[in-house]
């Protein structure tokens, strides 16, 4: 099993079917995971942030996707980086899509 990392929307973007397809096999179905969705967002909602997806893939087949990104908080003295899932802030779901 490899994972790999997707810190470019362009990237991004070369994946649409293969996320729409795991999605299809994944339990939940909820439209907040899907790939228009979390693109949308993440094109008007984080521009101070850094997508971090990864992908989960074994011999080509793709097997788990973690939309996810980092972003940057200050506590006043440090900056803080977070890891969270692409649009959690305003989604009222959130989740690794897994086959």
């Known amino acids: 099993m490899v994972i790999l990392e997707i810190t470019?929307?362009?990237d991004l973007l070369n994946i649409k079917d293969v996320w729409d397809q795991l999605l299809l096999r994944n339990e939940t179905k909820s439209s907040e995971l899907g790939f228009n969705w979390v693109t949308t967002w993440w094109r008007y909602c984080c521009s101070d942030s850094m997508l971090?997806?990864?992908?989960?893939?074994?011999?080509?087949?793709?097997?788990?996707?973690?939309?996810?990104m980092i972003s940057e908080t200050s506590d006043g003295n440090s900056v803080i980086k977070k890891l969270e899932f692409i649009a959690a802030s305003t989604s009222n779901y959130a989740d690794f899509i897994i086959a």
């Open 8 to 10: 470019k929307i362009q």
């Open 52 to 68: 971090f997806v990864l992908l989960a893939k074994d011999n080509d087949k793709l097997l788990g996707i973690a939309p996810l």
